[in-house]
């Protein structure tokens, strides 16, 4: 009699485990089923795939202080709050949305909507030192960096055979109110003093310089002003592979770290005029292309901006 209360306890036994272990699972498939991918990732359910949590990964960025802008709409554009939702947004996440299998947030960009003064599309964050307030910037005397891991996913190529072009780093200059006045201009755009390029599995860096070295601080406001330089472009290849990019600002000057190994220094007359100007940070898939049928995939692992 012993033996078999024994045996009907551990029966017992068994199936509580067996319970408390499916009903483990299923909260873990409830989990991985609210995971939000964008319409690009695996489409697979629950209900047909089995599902190990431990294998979904997110990006490491804080997005409560971007703007993001899309290649759809005037175009469309999304500020804190509502950014912090771009998962369950069915307008952002064809253009901006996670690629859990290896932790990125990828931006599509092709070949539609533009913002002023420009001419080419974008999928594109933009930082904003108070969330929702484009009015709050920086400048190089304050100081700013922006460090991040990224890679180029796909991009197409043009009609010769070469890949299209893509700007993944910016620093856009500003002009404040009172600049804007001062010169009578139309809006707040200045000039980009820093874009980087991912240039034919390349990273290419181009900045601005005056046109005219002995021109009056108000002069330099004009846009007209500035023209590009010649560009500098990194000795290393990194095709599609993943890698580090790492832009400093400070008075008078301004450094681009690739690696942590490769420097591209700028600390010239151009840099310490460029410190009139506001600045802000920009970060993604300014696509360069207008070709038909052409489009490009940017994924970003981390991303971070310290003042």
């Known amino acids: 009699m012993q033996f078999l209360s024994n045996f009907f306890r551990a029966c017992y036994l068994s199936l509580v485990l067996v319970s408390a272990g499916n009903c483990q699972d299923s909260n873990d498939l409830a989990v991985a089923a609210n ?4 319409p690009y990732a695996n489409s697979d359910t629950p209900e047909t795939e089995s599902v190990d949590i431990k294998k979904y990964k997110l990006p490491k960025i804080d997005l409560s202080h971007w703007k993001l802008t899309l290649p759809v ?9 509502e950014i912090l939702e771009y998962a369950t947004n069915e307008v952002v996440r064809p253009y901006f949305y996670n690629d859990s299998t290896d932790g990125s947030l990828v ?3 092709f070949p539609n909507s533009t913002t002023a003064n420009t001419k080419y599309s974008r999928s594109e964050l933009r930082e904003q030192m108070v969330p929702g307030d484009n009015n709050v910037n920086w400048t190089f005397e304050q100081g700013g960096r922006m460090k991040g891991t990224l890679a180029v996913d796909e991009i197409t190529k043009d009609s010769d055979g070469k890949y299209h072009r893509t700007i993944i780093m910016q620093i856009h200059g500003r002009l404040t109110n009172e600049q804007k006045e001062l010169i009578g201009a139309k809006d ?3 000039p980009p ?3 980087i390029y991912w240039d034919k599995g390349y990273v290419r860096v181009k900045t601005k310089v005056l046109k005219n070295k002995s021109a009056s601080d108000q002069e330099i ?3 007209e002003a500035w023209g590009d ?5 990194f000795p290393d290849y990194v095709g599609f592979k993943k890698f580090k990019l790492e832009v400093k600002v400070s008075k008078g000057k301004l450094v681009v770290i690739m690696n942590n190994t490769e420097y591209a220094v700028y600390d010239d007359v151009n840099i310490k005029r460029w410190g009139i100007f506001e600045n802000y940070f920009k970060a993604g898939n300014y696509f360069q292309s207008k070709d038909e049928g052409s489009y490009a995939k940017v994924k970003f692992y981390d991303l971070e901006v310290i003042h």
Do not use: C, M, R, S
Not at 35 to 38: F, R
Not at 73 to 81: A, I, L, R, S
Not at 229 to 233: A, K, L, N
């Open 229 to 233: 330089d010649e560009g500098y472009t």
């Open 107 to 109: 931006f599509y960009a």
């Open 73 to 81: 709409g005037k175009p469309t554009e999304v500020e804190p709050p």
């Open 35 to 38: 995971h939000q991918d964008g």
């Open 188 to 190: 707040n755009n200045a």
């Open 193 to 195: 003093i820093l874009k």
């Open 221 to 223: 406001l004009h846009e």
